[in-house]
């Protein structure tokens, strides 16, 4: 089974900044990576797919990058609406697994 | 709009099995460009991949939970559904039914929620 392990787990930031998560794989998905955004008591929510496709949507001020085995989601100026928990997911052979998370938190 | 709708019971004794229907809406779950899922979170924790469906009724289930699940859809109704037999204290968990888009060159993701069903499972 394929292993994403996303860091930092928690990430204390302020409105303005420019944040960056990192999720990587135990071995090489290509760009079968996605990141979803979960508010408390929500469903997770799709940001980007194919590593760096932003869904319909979705701000501009989220962007993804990345392939292989090491991916990066960059929120260019963080909003009072993005404190939230990420999750990476890949994809391979009909098999989907999640990272453990990365809260962001306001500083 | 799509809609999905998780139904089913809150509370599951343990040895017991959790039964779990999730209702579309606003799409035909014979759509053939999409596949159906179930993924899980137990409380303060992230999300699990469970299982996903085709409408044909190929399925694919997490290795780590095969032995124990059933994934079915029912065209007629158009809805599909979840069983995960002899369920422990562990399978606490708010179980999410979502559309899952696939693209057999570029990606494979999860597109649309249900807003999730709080499952305990206690005696």
């Known amino acids: 089974d394929i292993q994403m392990t996303q860091s930092p787990s928690t990430l204390s930031a302020s409105v303005g900044d420019r944040v960056t998560i990192t999720c990587r794989a135990s071995q090489s998905i290509s760009r079968w990576l996605a990141w979803y955004q979960q508010k408390p008591g929500k469903a997770p929510n799709l940001l980007i797919y194919k590593a760096s496709s932003l869904e319909s949507g979705v701000p501009s001020r989220f962007s993804g990058s990345g392939s292989g085995t090491e991916f990066t989601l960059t929120i260019s100026s963080l909003q009072p609406d993005d404190f939230a928990t990420y999750y990476c997911?890949?994809?391979?052979?009909?098999?989907?697994?999640f990272g453990q998370g990365t809260k962001v938190e306001i500083k | 709009q799509l809609q999905l709708q998780e139904s089913g019971p809150g509370l599951v004794k343990p040895s017991e099995t959790l039964s779990l229907t999730c209702t579309v809406s606003?799409?035909?779950?014979?759509?053939?460009?999409?596949?159906w899922g179930w993924i899980r979170q137990p409380p303060g924790k992230g999300l699990e991949w469970i299982g996903s469906?085709?409408?044909?009724?190929?399925?694919y289930y997490n290795p780590s939970l095969k032995s124990r699940v059933t994934i079915s859809v029912d065209m007629s109704k158009n809805r599909f559904s979840l069983k995960l037999s002899s369920v422990t204290a562990a399978d606490t968990a708010v179980y999410y039914c979502?559309?899952?888009?696939?693209?057999?060159?570029?990606?494979?993701?999860?597109?649309?929620w249900g807003q999730g069903t709080l499952v305990t499972v206690s005696s």
């Open positions: 469906i085709y409408y044909s009724g190929y399925t």
């Open positions: 997911q890949q994809y391979n052979s009909y098999s989907w697994t």
């Open positions: 979502a559309r899952l888009r696939y693209s057999g060159n570029d990606y494979a993701i999860f597109d649309y």
């Open positions: 606003g799409d035909s779950i014979s759509n053939t460009n999409y596949y």
